[in-house]
């Protein structure tokens, strides 16, 4: 189907084309291209919709043809039971037709017209009743097997757009915002599926269809052939409804989309709304967008039922002039006269879902187009295979420690100015080094292209003397432990969140890890001890048991470097210190870096570096820093001795 949507749409790209090809003036050729333009998008429109039904084929295997098969199938068994039913009736005698003008009664008859009126007749019914059965049977099961099918590829798709989103590298999540895969898993991927699901339907309607011609035309080629051209012509004069579906489908993408970014903002925020007394605005930006959704919703309603209303209505006219002409023009017998009835009471519907499925597949493009777009940009960004995403266990062993050698790097390679320019350093191993400077200095950056995050535009990251391939520098991410600023915990108990990052750990290895991190104290306290449910980010404890939490979390994974991007900023004194007595327990065991605003937190470490513009200004340990008097340190320290006293 897909290949063919293309032959199509390059057939039109043809007669389009040059002069050449048609010989045609240029006005002429520009009015046509004009004319061939909506044909044009919608074909390429629905050939984004026939390639992920390949997926689908894919997906599903040989079952998928299986299953079309079973559909042509019961669409014949329940078509011969009709095109049956009335000659055999006829040919029984219950019936003035001799039903000789329907091929095969006479021959499937013959056994019964030495029986009994009353015989024959129930025997014709039981054979009716069982066609019947056999098609209820094989459409229940059809049925079913569909929704494993559907539930199936819903889970496979989710689940495979979900780890290519964790495939990609730091820098994709850097330019999206969370709000857009919310909106892509609970929007646009839904609609996708549905729409592919409408596709399948409309393939098997097609199917379905085919198989009522066929029978038809063996009846009578005369009506079957002025149904089809009712049809044809009332698809074209329906090609304004396929365009204005597709218009409804992306106000919805869009209307979605900054529904999930206002809803994911104003939850984040809550406490400042409620703070701030702002309820009322936010309601009733709320409403507003439920209106718009509710009026976009009500045009496409209504655009359907134009096109259903428009096909009842024409059915109506077309059955009478058709019962007409069969019986004054066509002298069509009675007996194919009724099948003919029957057969467009099943035709003609099928036409009118031919195009409300059109439009309905025309709706959800723009969510296949939307789910696309993000697909070719993840998949650009990839860093990892799946194998590699569920490997824990692969790390890379630092001997002698990590260098930077002449790190530049821009977030916007169109913009002349640098996060960081022209950084040299180097970390020895199982050291303390601290990064200090003021807010926008380059410090996380720094961090951020240290632990494989981010790639340098210029220079590279050495560990133990050499660069690091993109694996390697994945596997040596499986060393680090990170522990940030806003320390980040799941909505369940505190056992669940400390063997997210070490599954296979044991209960006394989370004591130990707590312990370690001050916070076994406060833990026996709680309720239900480490059973506890912390509530959404934590939110049931302190910011200094859900910073040692996290510190404890990052050291149950055993890491070989440990990195606390101004884990203490947002302390109080008592809890600075437990974190520091923490720290200096880890000093010696393994790697330690550091972003801090308060210097207190790092007195013990071996080197300080001090930046400022993204560039290095001062290096050297705590003690020699602090002695220069004029240097940056040395003014950042006096500074906060001020703001302390």
Known sequence: MREHACRLAGMLKILSGPDQILSMSRAKRKDGEKRSMPIMKEFNGMG???????????????????????MMFVSLLQSFG???????????????????????????????????????????LIAFLLLLGIQIVLQRSQQIWNQKLEMGFDRHMREEFYESLLAADWPFFLRRRKSDFIHIMESELPRVIDGIYMALGFVTTLLFTAVQIGLALWLSVELTFSILICGVVLALLSRRNVRKSKELGERITDLSARYFAGITDQFSGIKDIKSNRMEGQHTAWFRSFNQDFQDNSMQFLKLQSRTQSVYKAVSGFLMVGFLYASYTLFHVSPDRLILIVLLFSRLWPKMSWLQSGWESMAQAIPAFTSLTALQ????????????????????????????????????????????????????PVNSMTAFVGKSGAGKSTLIDILIGLLKPEKGEVLVDGRALTPEERIDFRGTVSYVSQDPFLFHSTLRENLAVAAPGASEAQMWEALTFASADEFVKKLPQGLDTVLGDRGVRLSGGERQRVVLARAILRKPAILVLDEATSALDSENERNIQMALDRLKGTLTIIVIAHRLSTIRGADQVIVLENGSIIQQGGYQQLSSEQEGAFGTLLRYQAVVNS
């Open 376 to 427: 070719k940009e993840y998949q650009a960004a990839r860093e990892m295979d799946a194998g590699k995403m569920n490997n824990q266990s692969a790390r890379l062993r630092v001997i002698h420690g990590i260098e930077c050698r002449k790190i530049s790097f821009r977030y916007d390679q169109t913009l002349p100015a640098y996060a960081l320019r022209d950084i040299n350093l180097r970390i």
């Open 48 to 70: 984004i919709v026939f390639r992920y039904m390949n997926k689908l084929r894919l997906f599903a295997g040989t079952k998928l043809y299986v299953y079309l098969l079973g």
């Open 82 to 124: 009709l095109v049956l039913l009335v000659p055999m009736l006829g040919v029984i005698g219950l019936t003035d037709s001799s039903a000789s003008s329907i091929p095969f009664s006479q021959t499937l008859a013959a056994p019964l017209k030495g029986l009994p009126q009353d015989k024959a007749l129930a025997i014709v």
